[in-house]
Protein backbone atom coordinates (compact mmCIF):
# COMPACT_ATOMS: atom_id res chain seq x y z
CA UNK A 1 0.00 0.00 0.00
CA UNK A 2 1.19 3.79 -0.67
CA UNK A 3 2.43 5.36 2.58
CA UNK A 4 0.05 7.91 4.13
CA UNK A 5 0.76 11.45 2.97
CA UNK A 6 1.26 13.54 5.61
CA UNK A 7 -1.53 14.73 8.45
CA UNK A 8 -2.28 18.18 8.35
CA UNK A 9 -1.10 19.89 11.55
CA UNK A 10 -3.16 21.09 14.29
CA UNK A 11 -2.99 23.44 17.32
CA UNK A 12 -3.19 21.59 20.40
CA UNK A 13 -5.80 22.56 22.65
CA UNK A 14 -5.19 25.00 25.51
CA UNK A 15 -6.36 21.96 27.91
CA UNK A 16 -4.63 19.16 26.61
CA UNK A 17 -0.84 21.18 26.60
CA UNK A 18 -1.93 21.91 30.05
CA UNK A 19 -2.13 18.56 31.42
CA UNK A 20 0.99 17.41 28.92
CA UNK A 21 2.96 19.80 31.13
CA UNK A 22 1.56 19.21 34.67
CA UNK A 23 2.30 15.19 33.78
CA UNK A 24 6.08 16.32 33.67
CA UNK A 25 6.03 18.40 36.75
CA UNK A 26 3.60 16.07 39.03
CA UNK A 27 5.14 12.53 38.18
CA UNK A 28 3.38 11.04 41.59
CA UNK A 29 1.82 11.90 44.50
CA UNK A 30 5.50 13.05 46.02
CA UNK A 31 6.45 14.68 43.68
CA UNK A 32 3.16 16.79 44.22
CA UNK A 33 4.13 16.91 47.82
CA UNK A 34 7.39 18.15 47.10
CA UNK A 35 6.31 21.44 45.60
CA UNK A 36 3.68 22.04 48.52
CA UNK A 37 6.30 21.81 50.91
CA UNK A 38 8.44 24.00 48.85
CA UNK A 39 5.54 26.49 48.68
CA UNK A 40 4.41 26.22 52.54
CA UNK A 41 8.45 26.90 53.12
CA UNK A 42 8.82 29.72 50.78
CA UNK A 43 5.55 30.76 52.41
CA UNK A 44 7.72 30.86 55.63
CA UNK A 45 6.03 27.86 57.57
CA UNK A 46 7.09 26.45 61.11
CA UNK A 47 4.85 23.77 60.79
CA UNK A 48 3.83 22.10 58.19
CA UNK A 49 1.38 19.33 58.37
CA UNK A 50 0.41 16.68 55.91
CA UNK A 51 -2.47 14.48 55.62
CA UNK A 52 -2.64 11.44 53.42
CA UNK A 53 -5.25 8.81 51.90
CA UNK A 54 -4.78 5.85 49.31
CA UNK A 55 -1.02 7.00 49.12
CA UNK A 56 -2.07 10.79 48.10
CA UNK A 57 -3.92 9.41 45.08
CA UNK A 58 -7.35 10.09 47.15
CA UNK A 59 -6.36 13.15 49.30
CA UNK A 60 -2.57 14.90 49.85
CA UNK A 61 -3.14 17.58 52.18
CA UNK A 62 -0.95 20.01 53.61
CA UNK A 63 -1.68 22.46 55.83
CA UNK A 64 0.93 25.39 57.24
CA UNK A 65 1.21 28.15 59.37
CA UNK A 66 2.98 30.36 56.00
CA UNK A 67 2.05 34.05 55.49
CA UNK A 68 -0.93 33.30 53.85
CA UNK A 69 -2.17 34.39 49.89
CA UNK A 70 -4.32 37.69 49.67
CA UNK A 71 -7.59 37.11 48.84
CA UNK A 72 -7.20 39.51 45.59
CA UNK A 73 -4.62 36.76 44.16
CA UNK A 74 -7.29 33.64 44.45
CA UNK A 75 -8.01 34.46 40.83
CA UNK A 76 -5.06 33.91 39.31
CA UNK A 77 -3.79 31.50 41.91
CA UNK A 78 -3.84 28.01 39.64
CA UNK A 79 -3.14 30.08 36.46
CA UNK A 80 -0.08 28.31 34.88
CA UNK A 81 2.98 31.08 35.19
CA UNK A 82 1.57 33.18 38.31
CA UNK A 83 4.07 33.83 40.62
CA UNK A 84 5.10 36.56 43.72
CA UNK A 85 8.58 35.33 43.45
CA UNK A 86 9.83 36.16 39.97
CA UNK A 87 9.53 38.94 37.90
CA UNK A 88 12.36 39.26 35.85
CA UNK A 89 14.80 36.84 33.88
CA UNK A 90 17.29 38.44 36.01
CA UNK A 91 16.01 37.05 39.12
CA UNK A 92 16.38 34.14 38.09
CA UNK A 93 20.19 34.24 39.40
CA UNK A 94 19.09 34.92 42.56
CA UNK A 95 16.83 33.11 43.89
CA UNK A 96 16.53 32.56 47.51
CA UNK A 97 12.93 30.38 46.81
CA UNK A 98 12.16 27.48 46.11
CA UNK A 99 9.27 28.30 43.22
CA UNK A 100 9.86 30.84 40.65
CA UNK A 101 7.90 29.36 37.71
CA UNK A 102 4.09 29.72 39.07
CA UNK A 103 3.60 26.17 37.53
CA UNK A 104 2.71 24.01 40.87
CA UNK A 105 -0.31 24.84 41.62
CA UNK A 106 -1.86 25.45 37.57
CA UNK A 107 0.13 21.12 37.38
CA UNK A 108 -1.85 20.09 40.62
CA UNK A 109 -5.54 21.94 39.08
CA UNK A 110 -4.89 19.63 35.61
CA UNK A 111 -4.42 16.99 37.32
CA UNK A 112 -6.30 16.65 40.63
CA UNK A 113 -9.21 18.41 42.34
CA UNK A 114 -7.40 21.22 44.11
CA UNK A 115 -8.77 23.56 46.97
CA UNK A 116 -7.21 26.38 48.84
CA UNK A 117 -8.21 27.01 52.14
CA UNK A 118 -6.18 30.66 53.15
CA UNK A 119 -5.73 33.20 55.80
CA UNK A 120 -3.63 36.28 55.94
CA UNK A 121 -2.44 38.14 59.20
CA UNK A 122 -3.93 41.00 58.46
CA UNK A 123 -7.29 38.77 56.72
CA UNK A 124 -10.35 38.79 59.57
CA UNK A 125 -11.17 35.13 58.40
CA UNK A 126 -10.20 32.88 56.04
CA UNK A 127 -10.99 32.49 52.27
CA UNK A 128 -12.05 28.40 50.63
CA UNK A 129 -11.76 28.30 46.61
CA UNK A 130 -11.42 25.42 44.65
CA UNK A 131 -9.80 25.24 41.12
CA UNK A 132 -10.40 23.37 38.21
CA UNK A 133 -7.80 23.18 35.07
CA UNK A 134 -6.35 26.72 36.46
CA UNK A 135 -9.84 28.49 37.35
CA UNK A 136 -11.79 29.01 40.06
CA UNK A 137 -14.44 26.74 39.78
CA UNK A 138 -18.02 25.84 42.47
CA UNK A 139 -17.74 23.91 44.98
CA UNK A 140 -20.82 22.27 43.60
CA UNK A 141 -22.38 22.74 40.33
CA UNK A 142 -25.14 25.91 40.33
CA UNK A 143 -22.55 27.27 43.15
CA UNK A 144 -21.04 30.46 42.49
CA UNK A 145 -16.63 29.90 41.89
CA UNK A 146 -15.99 33.26 44.02
CA UNK A 147 -14.17 32.23 47.06
CA UNK A 148 -15.77 32.01 50.11
CA UNK A 149 -15.10 33.20 53.50
CA UNK A 150 -14.76 30.74 55.97
CA UNK A 151 -13.38 30.08 59.40
CA UNK A 152 -9.41 29.17 59.51
CA UNK A 153 -6.21 29.70 60.88
CA UNK A 154 -3.34 31.74 59.67
CA UNK A 155 -1.38 30.30 56.75
CA UNK A 156 -2.98 27.56 54.13
CA UNK A 157 -4.34 24.39 53.55
CA UNK A 158 -3.93 23.12 50.16
CA UNK A 159 -5.67 19.71 49.31
CA UNK A 160 -5.72 18.05 46.18
CA UNK A 161 -7.97 15.24 45.56
CA UNK A 162 -8.57 12.18 43.40
CA UNK A 163 -4.90 12.68 41.56
CA UNK A 164 -4.63 11.41 38.39
CA UNK A 165 -8.32 11.21 37.70
CA UNK A 166 -8.09 12.57 34.16
CA UNK A 167 -5.18 10.85 33.07
CA UNK A 168 -5.70 6.91 33.43
CA UNK A 169 -2.30 5.51 32.23
CA UNK A 170 -0.37 7.69 34.59
CA UNK A 171 -2.77 6.20 37.33
CA UNK A 172 -2.39 2.58 36.22
CA UNK A 173 1.20 3.25 36.63
CA UNK A 174 1.09 4.17 40.12
CA UNK A 175 -0.46 0.56 41.37
CA UNK A 176 0.64 0.34 45.28
CA UNK A 177 -0.76 3.11 47.45
CA UNK A 178 1.74 1.99 50.13
CA UNK A 179 4.69 2.59 47.89
CA UNK A 180 3.44 5.80 47.03
CA UNK A 181 2.67 6.57 50.75
CA UNK A 182 6.72 5.53 51.66
CA UNK A 183 7.77 8.03 49.01
CA UNK A 184 6.01 10.76 50.61
CA UNK A 185 7.35 9.79 53.90
CA UNK A 186 10.60 10.15 52.32
CA UNK A 187 10.06 13.20 50.73
CA UNK A 188 8.79 14.46 54.12
CA UNK A 189 11.59 13.26 56.17
CA UNK A 190 14.47 15.03 54.04
CA UNK A 191 13.09 18.11 53.82
CA UNK A 192 12.48 17.43 58.04
CA UNK A 193 16.12 16.59 58.26
CA UNK A 194 16.90 19.62 55.87
CA UNK A 195 14.35 22.35 57.86
CA UNK A 196 15.16 21.11 61.47
CA UNK A 197 13.80 24.35 62.74
CA UNK A 198 10.10 23.80 60.91
CA UNK A 199 7.63 21.48 62.65
CA UNK A 200 6.82 18.50 59.99
CA UNK A 201 3.93 16.12 60.70
CA UNK A 202 2.69 13.44 58.32
CA UNK A 203 -0.04 10.62 58.96
CA UNK A 204 -2.66 8.97 56.87
CA UNK A 205 -5.90 10.46 57.49
CA UNK A 206 -8.01 8.81 60.04
CA UNK A 207 -5.24 7.33 62.06
CA UNK A 208 -4.19 8.86 65.22
CA UNK A 209 -0.92 8.64 65.44
CA UNK A 210 1.56 10.43 62.95
CA UNK A 211 3.98 8.54 61.34
CA UNK A 212 6.20 11.18 61.68
CA UNK A 213 6.52 14.15 64.08
CA UNK A 214 9.23 16.43 64.52
CA UNK A 215 9.11 19.77 67.33
CA UNK A 216 10.48 23.17 65.65
CA UNK A 217 13.67 24.74 66.65
CA UNK A 218 15.89 21.17 66.67
CA UNK A 219 19.06 21.05 65.34
CA UNK A 220 19.70 18.83 62.28
CA UNK A 221 21.67 16.35 64.26
CA UNK A 222 18.19 15.83 66.68
CA UNK A 223 16.36 15.81 63.92
CA UNK A 224 18.18 12.87 62.31
CA UNK A 225 18.20 11.08 65.43
CA UNK A 226 14.66 11.77 65.21
CA UNK A 227 14.29 10.61 61.80
CA UNK A 228 16.78 7.94 61.13
CA UNK A 229 17.09 6.46 64.81
CA UNK A 230 19.84 6.55 67.28
CA UNK A 231 22.32 4.14 65.28
CA UNK A 232 22.93 6.78 62.62
CA UNK A 233 23.16 10.02 64.73
CA UNK A 234 25.58 8.33 67.44
CA UNK A 235 28.16 7.43 64.13
CA UNK A 236 27.96 11.25 62.69
CA UNK A 237 30.47 13.19 62.18
CA UNK A 238 30.49 16.95 60.46
CA UNK A 239 32.47 18.61 58.30
CA UNK A 240 32.02 22.12 56.66
CA UNK A 241 33.42 23.32 53.36
CA UNK A 242 33.98 26.82 51.69
CA UNK A 243 35.70 28.05 48.69
CA UNK A 244 38.22 30.14 50.60
CA UNK A 245 41.60 29.03 51.17
CA UNK A 246 41.31 26.34 53.71
CA UNK A 247 43.22 27.81 56.77
CA UNK A 248 43.76 25.69 59.76
CA UNK A 249 41.65 27.61 62.07
CA UNK A 250 38.58 26.55 60.08
CA UNK A 251 36.29 27.48 62.65
CA UNK A 252 36.71 30.87 62.28
CA UNK A 253 35.89 31.58 59.13
CA UNK A 254 32.64 32.91 58.19
CA UNK A 255 30.95 29.91 57.00
CA UNK A 256 27.63 30.02 58.50
CA UNK A 257 25.86 33.21 56.82
CA UNK A 258 23.33 32.29 54.37
CA UNK A 259 24.41 33.67 51.63
CA UNK A 260 26.90 31.96 49.48
CA UNK A 261 29.45 34.06 49.43
CA UNK A 262 30.82 35.93 46.16
CA UNK A 263 31.16 33.67 43.43
CA UNK A 264 31.92 31.24 45.97
CA UNK A 265 30.21 28.49 47.44
CA UNK A 266 29.93 26.79 51.61
CA UNK A 267 28.44 24.14 52.83
CA UNK A 268 28.16 21.07 55.37
CA UNK A 269 28.06 17.42 56.17
CA UNK A 270 27.11 14.99 58.51
CA UNK A 271 28.06 11.62 57.84
CA UNK A 272 28.80 8.22 59.81
CA UNK A 273 31.97 6.99 60.43
CA UNK A 274 33.50 3.69 59.49
CA UNK A 275 31.65 1.89 62.35
CA UNK A 276 28.26 2.41 60.67
CA UNK A 277 27.79 -0.19 57.61
CA UNK A 278 24.37 -0.05 55.73
CA UNK A 279 23.05 -2.20 52.95
CA UNK A 280 22.25 0.66 50.68
CA UNK A 281 23.96 4.37 50.85
CA UNK A 282 21.63 6.82 52.44
CA UNK A 283 22.51 10.33 50.73
CA UNK A 284 20.49 13.33 51.47
CA UNK A 285 21.78 16.26 48.83
CA UNK A 286 20.51 19.82 49.16
CA UNK A 287 21.42 22.38 46.80
CA UNK A 288 20.54 25.55 47.60
CA UNK A 289 18.28 24.12 50.12
CA UNK A 290 16.80 22.10 47.59
CA UNK A 291 16.43 18.50 47.64
CA UNK A 292 18.23 17.28 44.43
CA UNK A 293 19.72 14.32 42.87
CA UNK A 294 23.29 14.23 41.35
CA UNK A 295 24.78 10.50 40.67
CA UNK A 296 28.45 12.19 40.52
CA UNK A 297 28.56 13.74 44.06
CA UNK A 298 26.95 10.45 45.26
CA UNK A 299 29.41 8.01 43.54
CA UNK A 300 32.67 10.71 44.94
CA UNK A 301 31.53 10.03 48.24
CA UNK A 302 30.98 6.69 47.82
CA UNK A 303 34.37 6.12 46.32
CA UNK A 304 35.77 7.76 49.74
CA UNK A 305 33.63 5.30 52.06
CA UNK A 306 35.04 2.18 49.52
CA UNK A 307 38.38 2.46 51.12
CA UNK A 308 37.15 2.23 54.70
CA UNK A 309 34.21 0.36 54.74
CA UNK A 310 34.00 -3.54 54.38
CA UNK A 311 33.32 -4.62 50.56
CA UNK A 312 29.01 -4.09 49.98
CA UNK A 313 28.35 -2.27 52.96
CA UNK A 314 27.68 1.94 52.51
CA UNK A 315 27.44 5.41 54.71
CA UNK A 316 24.35 7.76 55.60
CA UNK A 317 25.43 11.16 54.09
CA UNK A 318 23.54 14.29 54.63
CA UNK A 319 25.54 16.79 52.48
CA UNK A 320 24.28 21.08 51.87
CA UNK A 321 25.66 22.86 49.56
CA UNK A 322 25.55 26.41 48.96
CA UNK A 323 26.33 27.82 45.65
CA UNK A 324 26.65 31.15 44.05
CA UNK A 325 22.92 31.40 42.38
CA UNK A 326 24.45 32.79 39.73
CA UNK A 327 26.96 29.72 39.40
CA UNK A 328 23.40 27.33 39.33
CA UNK A 329 21.04 26.58 36.76
CA UNK A 330 17.77 25.10 38.51
CA UNK A 331 15.55 25.57 35.66
CA UNK A 332 17.26 22.40 33.63
CA UNK A 333 14.16 20.30 34.65
CA UNK A 334 10.41 20.47 35.00
CA UNK A 335 10.57 18.81 38.67
CA UNK A 336 13.67 20.86 39.25
CA UNK A 337 15.62 17.99 40.43
CA UNK A 338 18.44 18.23 38.72
CA UNK A 339 20.46 20.93 39.26
CA UNK A 340 23.75 22.22 37.34
CA UNK A 341 26.21 24.06 38.54
CA UNK A 342 29.69 25.77 37.36
CA UNK A 343 32.62 24.40 38.99
CA UNK A 344 31.34 20.86 39.47
CA UNK A 345 34.38 19.02 39.48
CA UNK A 346 36.04 21.31 42.45
CA UNK A 347 33.39 21.58 44.89
CA UNK A 348 32.88 17.86 44.39
CA UNK A 349 36.74 16.94 44.77
CA UNK A 350 36.71 19.69 48.24
CA UNK A 351 33.48 17.96 49.25
CA UNK A 352 35.37 14.49 49.09
CA UNK A 353 38.98 15.86 50.25
CA UNK A 354 37.35 16.85 53.28
CA UNK A 355 35.14 14.14 54.01
CA UNK A 356 38.39 11.70 53.57
CA UNK A 357 40.20 13.82 56.14
CA UNK A 358 37.85 13.80 58.75
CA UNK A 359 36.94 10.06 58.58
CA UNK A 360 40.61 9.67 58.46
CA UNK A 361 41.20 11.75 61.57
CA UNK A 362 38.44 9.83 63.76
CA UNK A 363 40.15 6.35 62.54
CA UNK A 364 43.31 7.97 63.80
CA UNK A 365 41.90 9.20 66.98
CA UNK A 366 40.54 5.65 67.35
CA UNK A 367 43.93 3.77 66.70
CA UNK A 368 45.12 6.18 69.14
CA UNK A 369 42.66 5.78 71.86
CA UNK A 370 43.17 1.91 71.57
CA UNK A 371 46.93 2.25 71.75
CA UNK A 372 46.51 4.50 75.70
P1 LIG B 1 5.74 29.25 42.49
O1 LIG B 1 6.01 28.57 43.79
O2 LIG B 1 6.70 28.86 41.42
O3 LIG B 1 5.54 30.71 42.61
P2 LIG B 1 3.22 27.85 42.63
O4 LIG B 1 2.22 27.44 41.60
O5 LIG B 1 3.83 26.78 43.44
O6 LIG B 1 4.34 28.68 41.91
O7 LIG B 1 2.52 28.90 43.58
C1 LIG B 1 1.97 30.09 43.02
C2 LIG B 1 1.92 31.20 44.03
O8 LIG B 1 0.95 30.88 45.03
C3 LIG B 1 3.21 31.42 44.80
O9 LIG B 1 4.09 32.31 44.11
C4 LIG B 1 2.71 32.01 46.12
O10 LIG B 1 2.52 33.41 46.00
C5 LIG B 1 1.33 31.37 46.28
N1 LIG B 1 1.36 30.22 47.22
C6 LIG B 1 1.36 28.91 46.89
N2 LIG B 1 1.38 28.13 48.00
C7 LIG B 1 1.38 28.96 49.06
C8 LIG B 1 1.41 28.78 50.49
N3 LIG B 1 1.42 27.55 51.05
N4 LIG B 1 1.42 29.88 51.28
C9 LIG B 1 1.41 31.13 50.73
N5 LIG B 1 1.40 31.37 49.38
C10 LIG B 1 1.38 30.32 48.56
MG1 LIG C 1 5.88 26.54 44.14
Same mark, same amino acid.
Not at 105 to 122: D, F, G, P, Q, Y
Not at 203 to 227: E, Y
Given at each position: ??????????RLQESLINRIAAGEIIHRPSSA????????????????????????????????????????????????????????????????????? *???????????????????????????????? *????????????????????????????????????????????????????????????????????????????????????????????????????????????????????????????????????????????????????????????????????????????STILPKGTFPFVYLSLEIDPRA?????????????????????????????????????????????
Amino acid at each position: SEPAGPQPIRRLQESLINRIAAGEIIHRPSSALKELIENSLDAGATSIRVTIKDGGLKLLQIQDNGCGIRKSDLPILAERFTTSKLSTFSDLQSLRTYGFR *GEALASISHVAHLSVITKTMTDSCAYKAHYLD *GRLTPAKPGQSADPKPCAGNDGTTITAENLFYNTPTRLAALRSSSEEYARILDVVTRYAVHNSTVSFVCKKAGTAGPDISTPSNSTTKQAIRLLYGQTIARELLDAKFSSGVRSADEDSMDVDNDDAEEDGWHGEALFTSANYQAKKTVFLLFINHRLVESTRIKRAVESVYSTILPKGTFPFVYLSLEIDPRAVDVNVHPTKREVHFLDEESIISRVSDEIQRTLAGQARSRTFEYQT
